[in-house]
């Protein structure tokens, strides 16, 4: 186990460089199974979760060429498991996105019932409604999920609740289905047109990615493509964040600031200044703050995965700001390690009250989750002397060349060995 220790006090300038986006890379990968012939694909970021599903589609039996830092050649050829490795599957939960590719590709599929960052409940009912509705048979015995279907046809489904996974998962799935499905009220992440994107140059035929309503007509042959995943929404509008809280300027190089719509708007109400360029955003933070309220809610909402990190923010602006959190239950994990900081925020079921213009201390803390852990860098960032975050392996999934990123924005920020840490999960085995 490692750990980050991060000198506070910090007020971050410069420049950084975002990375292709983790939440649309775990799905364009096994979405590539969906073809015997080759895909390539650009600008992945160098993640944990990124080389976790390429260890799963190489056991799969996909071989896969590296060219460049970011750029993977992927030939399923004749690829035929349709079980993926039980011990990296559990390693993470968007790997349910192995339901829908190979239950398309082979009308089998045997997935464990996914884990994941602890949010609270995420159940998958709605992915496996649609594809019941697209005629397959489940079952599940063991932990895994079993799904067959002899012949896969075009359905009408409404999702009860937006979801991203089971939006990608039954586009993946009806892609190879006989005729035409419509999904109604599905998630409009820019991650969802990107897969789509991925899927059409395939041979697909996807219509409607980035409404509430995707048409999709199956075909029977899906074909080689090459496809340069979109930038990282989220690890944008993390450096954002935290280039406020630390009340620095930093401008964030290589998005697509229309993606960044909603956070853009938060960060300017709380007084840092945002100047956007077509590919890059410049906050600057070096203004006074100020309270807002925050609420989350699914794309083009402001994203429950930049609630953390905002909460960082809105602890440095002085004023009592209220957050909602509408998408996860309990995605609240940060706020005992923030409080341990000296951070005043009272959690009230979905809403978290932060009394802002705090001067936080630098302290030992865990991260419990990825977000969570980028949120505690953050405050680190803020906070009156030296901070230790542990767990930093959550961090490591989503985050590419973070120390990297942040040095070179003039953060004090080293890995190291976590004894400690690790002598209590010893002890826990
Ligand atoms: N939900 C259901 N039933 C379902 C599916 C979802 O009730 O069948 C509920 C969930 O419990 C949740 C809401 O719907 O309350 C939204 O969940 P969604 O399915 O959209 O989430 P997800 O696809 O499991 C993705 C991201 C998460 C991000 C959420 C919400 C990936 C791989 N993961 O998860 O990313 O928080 O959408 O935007 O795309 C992260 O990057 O740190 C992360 C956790």
């Given at each position: 186990m490692e750990k980050l220790i991060v000198k506070g006090k910090t007020t971050l300038s410069g420049r950084v460089k975002i990375s292709g986006s983790k939440n649309s890379a775990v799905a364009l990968l096994p979405a590539a199974v969906m073809t015997s012939e080759t895909a390539c694909l650009e600008n992945l970021p160098d993640i944990t979760d990124v080389r976790t599903m390429i260890g799963i589609l190489e056991n799969l039996g996909m071989s896969i060429r590296r060219r460049g830092r970011d750029t993977l050649e992927l030939t399923p050829g004749n690829l035929s498991k349709i079980a993926p490795c039980y011990e990296l599957v559990k390693k993470m939960r968007a790997s349910y996105y192995f339901m829908g590719s190979l239950l398309g590709r082979f009308g089998q599929a045997e997935v464990p019932i996914p884990g994941g960052c602890d949010l609270g409940p995420r159940p998958i009912d709605q992915h496996l409604k649609g594809f019941t509705a697209l005629g397959a048979e489940i079952n599940i015995e063991h932990g895994m999920i079993k799904l067959s279907a002899a012949k896969l046809t075009g359905a009408r489904i409404y999702f009860d609740v937006v979801s991203i996974g089971a939006t990608i998962n039954l586009m993946l799935a009806a892609s190879a289905a006989e005729g035409r499905t419509v999904l109604e009220n599905v998630a409009k992440e820019p991650e969802i047109v990107d897969v789509a994107n991925f899927l059409n140059a395939m041979g697909a035929s996807i219509r409607g990615?980035?409404?509430?309503v995707i048409r999709i007509d199956g075909v029977k042959r899906f074909k080689g493509a090459t496809h340069a995943v979109i930038p990282d929404r989220i690890e944008a509008g993390t450096y954002m964040m935290a280039a406020a809280a630390t009340r620095g300027r930093v401008v964030v190089e290589d998005v697509i600031p229309k993606h960044l719509e909603a956070i853009t708007a938060k960060i300017r109400e709380t007084g840092a200044a945002v100047e956007v360029e077509p590919e890059t955003i410049t906050v600057d933070g070096t203004g006074p703050l100020k309270a807002s309220d925050l609420k989350t809610f699914p794309y083009p909402g402001f994203p429950t995965d930049l609630q953390p990190p905002g909460m960082v923010l809105l602890t440095a602006a002085p004023g009592l700001s209220v957050i909602t959190e509408n998408?996860?239950?309990?995605?609240?994990?940060?706020v005992e390690e923030l409080k341990r900081m000296g951070a005043r925020i009272k959690v009230e079921g979905r809403t978290a009250l932060v009394e802002g213009g705090v001067l936080l201390t630098g302290a030992p803390v865990t991260a419990s989750d990825l977000r969570s852990g980028a949120a505690l860098i953050i405050a680190a960032l803020t906070a009156d002397g030296e901070s230790h975050v542990s767990a930093v392996e959550h961090i490591d999934r989503?985050?590419?060349?973070l120390e990297e990123k942040l040095t070179a924005l003039g953060a004090n920020i080293y890995r190291t060995a976590d004894e400690d840490y690790s002598r209590q999960a010893g002890g826990a085995d």
């Open positions: 990615a980035g409404t509430d998408v996860f239950d309990g995605r609240y994990n940060h989503g985050y590419d060349h």
